[in-house]
């Protein structure tokens, strides 16, 4: 009997935890089918969202509020934007700024005046206001200045902007943070985690940004008719889609990654069964590699146009250029598509490819599948209150027995030598955010936080060995309390084979944006440009749809620029 388009006939097995979790190769995932944005709009255009902007008092000079609201079958959510007069000597990237261009926050429901006039009292301030239970996110962003006043001029003028610089930035603005979780007085998660809307990590934060997305055009047409007035024209559809909204992330993100270890997990756990389930395809149709084609092309375009400063990432960025040559070469070569082609081709990349171009290729193989793998971003969650407590009725050599299967790297791992042990997390004063810096050089030793969980299970290790091997785990942590966490994460581990990064965290040659760059592929971040190895500017929702177009245009369709008809 022919076999058909997704019928396999053998299991291809999950990649390992040592081969999945290693920094550099985290450090070169990209987005895909699963990052929590495409997810979001997904869902916005299957369920009929409706969109509209039912208050906009913002004045000659820019300043004002204006609201923004997102309409679905149970709720309804409402972005509060207020806009400033930002002097550009107060304007910073940095989390430690005071003043912003804007500042934001997604309201649950629709505000009557009285929230508006408390929030316009609390959500300029941000971390020195207050807001409440009733909001689920603060948020603020700054202007691309130049692209901005590029724009404005243009558009005041009858004309559109430039296409190049608008491609050369990829935003009007960029948010320095985007709070959510209980923080500053917002809504703690448990009060909207089990809304269908929110299933899924980051979806309240994310939402809201797709809204300031909409702000950022607002303001600048808004502007341009100040200027220009009745001879101002409005932005291009086609062109305005090509600007997201801009981000910069520092330290502040990376422990996130060692600090969930059930969430990352579930993160990477869908991302690899998604990668196992096309593999194991026996026969891709004509229609299912075709669009592998489409995409694999226009990736090779986001590629080609992918421009940053820092020589780390640049260096990646020019090997992945030619990982593309190689691969569409082999593609056009012609593969057997009676014969698990997706399982050949990334077979034959862990052997001709970077990490970069295998990472690349795994985000691109799922897009032809979205009916095979989209059901799997509904797992990218975890209860993590469920994974706290240790299981003291384990014996000290069950638990010496979970290490060595799960952690043999870091056991094997010198914490002795100095390069090892080189780095010190901590948390700043000023900010309390958390701060990465070097143990040998600066005083910060006593105020270490817990992010080597290799070194502390290598330590626990050693101390269970000496241990009377029938004892309970319960009595042995009674007399050794500082290996509680060590415990915990190694029980945690037994069952959740991607919950820990297989590398050492604090190593002298530890790359810390590996980490940011790892969380911001799961947010589905494009244009990744480090300004140092601490921290990054990001694109999100470039190409995407606006509220206006969320029913007529597909996301997973633009998520990589279009190519000019004919052109491959």
């Not at 003043?99 to 629709?110: I, K, M, P, V, Y």
């Not at 505000?111 to 689920?136: I, K, M």
């Not at 603005?173 to 998660?189: P, Q």
Request: hydrophobic share 40%; with cysteine.
């Amino acid at each position: 009997m022919k076999k058909t388009d997704q019928s396999p006939d053998k299991q291809v097995p999950m990649r390992p935890a040592e081969q999945v979790m290693k920094l550099a190769r985290m450090g070169s995932f990209h987005h895909s089918r699963l990052s929590f944005m495409r997810v979001l709009l997904r869902r916005l255009r299957r369920e009929n969202w409706r969109f509209d902007r039912p208050l906009w008092r913002i004045d000659d000079k820019g300043v004002g509020v204006a609201t923004y609201r997102a309409i679905g079958p149970a709720r309804t959510y409402t972005l509060v934007a207020f806009s400033h007069d930002l002097p550009d000597e107060l304007r910073s990237d940095r989390v430690i700024a005071e003043a912003w261009d804007a500042t934001f926050t997604l309201f649950d429901g629709e505000p009557t005046e009285d929230d508006l006039e408390r929030l316009s009292s609390n959500v300029p301030l941000q971390e020195a206001g207050r807001v409440s239970e009733s909001e689920l996110s603060l948020s603020r962003a700054n202007r691309s200045v130049r692209l901005f006043n590029h724009v404005v001029e243009a558009l005041s003028r009858g004309e559109q902007p430039d296409q190049s610089m608008i491609d050369g930035v990829g935003y009007l603005m960029r948010t320095t943070a985007v709070y959510g979780s209980g923080k500053f007085g917002a809504a703690d998660r448990s009060k909207w985690a089990d809304r269908e809307e929110f299933a899924g990590s980051f979806q309240p934060e994310l939402l809201s940004v797709w809204l300031i997305r909409s702000f950022s055009i607002d303001i600048v047409e808004h502007l341009a008719r100040v200027a220009g007035a009745k001879k101002a024209a409005k932005f291009a559809p086609e062109l305005k889609r090509r600007l997201g909204i801009g981000n910069s992330t520092g330290l502040g993100m990376a422990p996130f990654l060692i600090n969930h270890p059930t969430l990352v997990d579930a993160w990477i756990g869908a991302r690899e069964t998604a990668l196992q389930r096309v593999r194991s395809i026996a026969v891709a149709t004509p229609a299912r590699w075709e669009m592998f084609l489409d995409r694999l092309y226009r990736a090779r375009l986001n590629a080609e146009t992918w421009q940053v400063d820092h020589p780390h990432q640049m260096s990646k960025i020019l090997i992945l250029r030619k990982d593309f040559d190689a691969l569409i070469n082999r593609v056009e070569q012609g593969l057997d598509l009676d014969d698990h082609p997706f399982d050949q081709l990334y077979c034959w990349s862990e052997a001709q490819l970077s990490l970069e171009g295998q990472e690349q290729l795994v985000s691109l193989v799922l897009e032809p599948y979205g009916d095979l793998v989209d059901d799997l971003s509904a797992t990218m969650s975890s209860s993590e209150a469920d994974q706290f407590s240790i299981d003291g009725r384990q014996t000290v050599a069950q638990a010496i027995d979970l290490m060595e299967e799960n952690y043999e790297w870091a056991l094997r791992s010198n914490f002795v030598d100095s390069a090892a042990i080189a780095r010190v997390w901590y948390v700043s004063e000023e900010k309390l955010e958390p701060r990465l810096g070097e143990r040998f050089e600066e005083p910060i030793e006593p105020y270490e936080q817990p992010l080597a969980p290799g070194r502390d299970i290598k330590s626990a290790y050693e101390a269970l060995k000496k241990a009377e091997q029938d004892q309970l785990l319960a009595a042995f942590l009674l007399r050794h309390p500082e290996h509680r966490g060590a415990v915990r994460r190694a029980q945690m581990a037994a069952n959740h084979r991607y919950a820990e990064i297989c590398d050492n965290t604090i190593a002298a040659d530890m790359m810390p944006i590996d980490l940011l760059r790892c969380k911001l592929s799961f947010f589905g971040a494009t244009r990744f440009d480090p300004r140092s190895d601490r921290w990054v500017r990001i694109t999100m929702y470039q190409h995407a749809p606006f509220p206006n177009e969320i029913n007529e245009i597909d996301p997973d369709d633009v998520v990589y620029p279009p190519i000019a008809q004919g052109v491959q």
